[in-house]
Structures are given as C-alpha cells and as structure tokens.
C-alpha cells in the first residue's frame, strides 16, 4: 500500500497545511509520496525533506519581508492596512507585471535541503504551467535535476497576475492551479493507493479523478481562512491551529464542525442538557391553552419538533449547530480546542457581557418587522434571553417568544440553549 499526501494551492493560506502535518505526525500517519500545487508544492518538498519543525518556524514567523523586499508594512489586523496591500499588489500588476518574489527564493534557500530531498524515500510531485508552450507541466522527483528544484518549485507557486512570471530557460512559467490545483491524478500515477487530500479552497481548475476505487479523505477548511494574498504571521498561526484541528476531527480524535472541542464532550453535553432544553422549549410553547394554533405551529418546526419529540442523532446536531453558531454570533475564539464547560461559560460569560444592549432598538426592529441583520442577532439573541429569564408564568413573554420562534427558530433555540446552561 501507498500512501499519497497531495497538497493544494491556496498562497498563505498554505500555513492550515503545516496544522494537517502536525495532526499527520500526531496520530503517527506515514505516507510515501507527496504532490502538490504552488504553495502545496513548497509545503511538500518539506514534508519529503521530513523537517516538520522547519516548516512550522517558517509558517509561525512569516510575515512580508520574507517574500518581497518592497515594504508592505500595514496593519493587515485593520480593513485600511489590508487595502493598502492590496492596492500595491494592484500597482505591481500594472507597472512590473506582479510582485518580484526575488526575496521569496532566497528564504526558499534557508529551507531546501537538497541532500535530504533527494535521499528521502518519500516520493514528490508538483505541477507548474509553461505560458511560453501553453502546456502544463507535471514533473516527479526524478524528473527534477538538484539545481533546477528551487526554480521548479517557485514556477509552481508563481500566482500570477500577483507574482511575477517565473523565467526557467527562457520559458515563463505560471502557478500550478492554472492547470491542477489539487494533483490527485498525479499521485495515481505514481502509485498512491489511498490519499490524503487538503484542499485549501482557493482558485484554480480540478480534473475528474481518473480512479474511483481509491480512497481518498478530504481536509478542507472548515472556517473562513484569511486571504491567501495576506501573508502575516497573525494569520498564519491561526491557519496552522485550524489545519490541525480539521485534521483531528477528520480521523474523530476530536469533536465539532466549525468549533473544536475535546473528544466526546460534545455527546456528554447534549446529555447533560437535551431533556433540560427539551423541558425549558415545552415550558415556553406552554400558552395555557390559549393561541392554541400558535402552539402547534411552534411544535412542527423542524429543529423544534426533533427535539421535543426525541429524535436523537438529528437532535445532537441541531445542539451542536445551536451551540457553534452561538460561537460565532458572540465572537469565541475558533481555533482553540475546548473543554465543553469551557466553552459554555465563555458564552455566558459573553451573553453577560451585553449588559447595556439597546432593547428598544430590537423591539423596534421586531415591531416594524424589519430584517434582523447578522450585525445585530448577538444583540437580538441577548433579548431572547432577557425575556426567558422572565417567562416563568408569564403567557405574555411565552407568545411573543414562540411567535419570534416562527421566523427566527435558530435565535430562539440559541437564547434557550444558554438559557438552559445557566439554569441547569
């Protein structure tokens, strides 16, 4: 059996790829050959040189100096620093035909072990586009002579318009994705009989995959990475966590979607909370037989009706859904890996922390029937909350509740989510 790793394009983004080696290394996964696309091709040449550390100080520290030597030093933490780099990114394009990434060769230097590279057992792989022939390229380790690796590697990362084209011969040559971002059918044909694919969501085309009885898993991204034209070490660090954490909760050492959270914690909380909940949303559907429609109304919803009625595994994944979008509307941190308390105090904690939000605002909002934008559903959801707290025998509170509920079911089920942590 082989095992192929294959690398996709994706620029700085590239970091989530050294957070999938660590997971690789961690649950002690071997592989024989590696392939990759533009940064995929860089990360792979160090993953056959098997110096993991290497590339993680390099993806850890990175910043714009180690690839450019024209100053790009915005705040890329503000929306005014990342246009400014954009913007010379743009006046590169115009005036010189892209970024010169002379800068980014000589770092490449630091990093390339040709003795190891070649002496690994490890078989590679990259893919580059000649824009002199109009072909693609598609070499193997074999194929590559020692002082022609450093060239072939930067043609295959060379993302232009943004880069400068790279001149081998005097051909010019462009980024793999242009023809393969995610060379799968490359590592078939050098043998692989299962993959590993990590498929860093960026541009670039993707071929049929010519063997369909070959396994492959996917690691992909499962929360919104930075740009991959923003190389900065604030990124970077965060991509090389969420690569691992993706990783891990790919082969199910770790639990969550969008979240992470520490193996089967996920299950001990639905436990722990499902029947409170349960209890809590057939308390607030309780309208003393009074709008009786409303009632059943409320009860059909689909993620309301799961869970009064049971139905476990779908309910598991409402909670989850519930829990993790709660994460995402109070602003948690999602590279972590959680403890499931935790994680629930830090969202009580975040509810609490809303303590002068503008109630007359929202019920305006919800008077006029007007759209609860994304911007406001933390605010929103605070007001859920502020009206359970006070719903215990008030049919008031508990009508106007399930008759937010038939519009905004996910809000409600959220607020009563911490609502229900709070008072378990």
Not at 74 to 83: N, Y
Not at 115 to 135: A, E, H
Not at 175 to 180: N, R, S, T, V
Not at 209 to 237: A, C, G, H, M, Q
Request: aromatic share 12%; glycine share 4%.
């Amino acid at each position: 059996m082989k095992r192929a790793i294959v690398l996709s394009g994706g620029g700085a983004r590239g970091a989530y790829q050294v957070g999938v080696w660590r997971a690789l290394r961690k649950l002690n996964i071997k592989y024989d050959i590696v392939t990759g696309t533009s940064v995929g091709a860089l990360n792979g040449a160090l993953m056959v040189q098997k110096e993991y550390f290497k590339a993680r100080s390099m993806w850890y520290n990175l910043n714009f100096s180690l690839l450019f030597s024209e100053p790009m030093d915005s705040d890329l933490l503000t929306f005014k620093g990342k246009v400014e780099v954009f913007k010379k990114y743009m006046s590169n394009i115009i005036l010189r035909g892209g970024m010169d990434v002379t800068q980014l060769e000589n770092t490449m230097d630091k990093y390339l072990n040709h003795k190891k590279f070649y002496k690994s057992n490890i078989d590679y792989g990259l893919v580059t586009v000649n824009l002199s022939s109009f072909k693609p390229v598609v070499l193997q380790k074999k194929d590559i002579s020692p002082h022609q690796l450093k060239d072939y590697l930067m043609a295959s990362a060379t993302c232009f318009p943004a880069f400068k084209m790279k001149n081998i011969d005097d051909d010019l040559f462009i980024d793999g994705a242009y023809y393969e971002k995610l060379p799968i059918n490359q590592a078939i044909d050098m043998g692989a009989t299962s993959i590993i694919a990590v498929d860093l969501n960026s541009f670039g085309i993707t071929h049929k995959i010519k063997e369909k009885d070959i396994p492959i898993t996917y690691i992909v991204p499962r929360n919104k990475l930075d740009s991959f034209l923003l190389f900065d070490s604030n990124f970077t660090r965060r991509s090389i966590k969420l690569g691992y954490n993706d990783a891990m909760k790919t082969f199910k050492r770790l639990d969550g979607q969008k979240y992470t959270f520490r193996l089967n914690h996920v299950e001990k909380n639905f436990n722990q909370y499902h029947q409170t909940l349960k209890s809590n949303l057939l308390n607030m559907a309780d309208l003393n037989g009074k709008n009786k429609r409303l009632t059943e109304e409320i009860l059909k919803k689909n993620k309301i009706s799961a869970i009064i009625n049971d139905r476990i595994k779908t309910s598991q994944k409402i909670m989850l859904d519930i829990m993790e979008y709660l994460g995402e509307m109070f602003k948690l941190n999602d590279s972590l890996i959680y403890h499931i308390s935790i994680y629930n105090k830090s969202l009580i904690e975040a509810i609490n922390n809303y303590e002068n939000f503008n109630i007359d605002l929202i019920e305006k909002k919800i008077k006029n029937k007007e759209t609860i934008k994304l911007a406001d559903k933390s605010y929103f959801i605070k007001y859920l909350y502020s009206k359970m707290e006070i719903m215990h025998n008030n049919p008031k509170i508990k009508k106007e509740l399930c008759t937010l509920a038939r519009f905004f079911e996910r809000d409600v089920l959220a607020a009563l989510y911490i609502y229900t942590i709070c008072n378990k």
